[in-house]
């Protein structure tokens, strides 16, 4: 069992930065960050694996990092040039499937945290 509580959310106006965090009380080879928007389908945001790789939606490429404090098994969303389109509901997710933060599904992913709202306005 992994359980994971997010933490970080806010609102900022566009371009502003906001840094999530996710505290793991357990190991997972793999963690993501999803979100879901009101009337929108959930979508992976990035993922990074237990080795490093990490792997990002074109929509937050060059403006979010993913990072992981493995000694204090935590994980970070370091969201900068924030968007009105990014305004959503952020979960974090942990698996063990060694292919999960790679493919960014949402169905590989078996834990989850109870989400933190991020509000972009302009």
């Known amino acids: 069992q992994v359980q994971l509580v997010e933490s970080g959310g806010g609102s900022v106006q566009v371009g502003g930065s906001l840094r999530l965090s996710c505290a793991a009380s357990g190991f997972a080879y793999c963690m993501a960050w999803f979100r879901q928007a009101p009337g929108k389908e959930r979508e992976g945001v990035a993922g990074i694996d237990s080795p490093g790789r990490t792997t990002y939606a074109d929509s937050v490429k060059g403006r979010f990092t993913i990072s992981e404090d493995n000694a204090k098994n935590t994980l970070h969303l370091q969201m900068n040039s924030l968007k009105p389109e990014d305004t959503a509901m952020y979960f974090c997710?942990?698996?063990?499937?060694?292919?999960?933060?790679?493919?960014?599904?949402?169905?590989?992913?078996?834990?989850w945290g109870q989400g933190t709202q991020v509000t972009v306005s302009s």
């Open positions: 997710a942990a698996s063990p499937n060694r292919v999960a933060s790679y493919r960014l599904d949402g169905r590989l992913f078996g834990y």
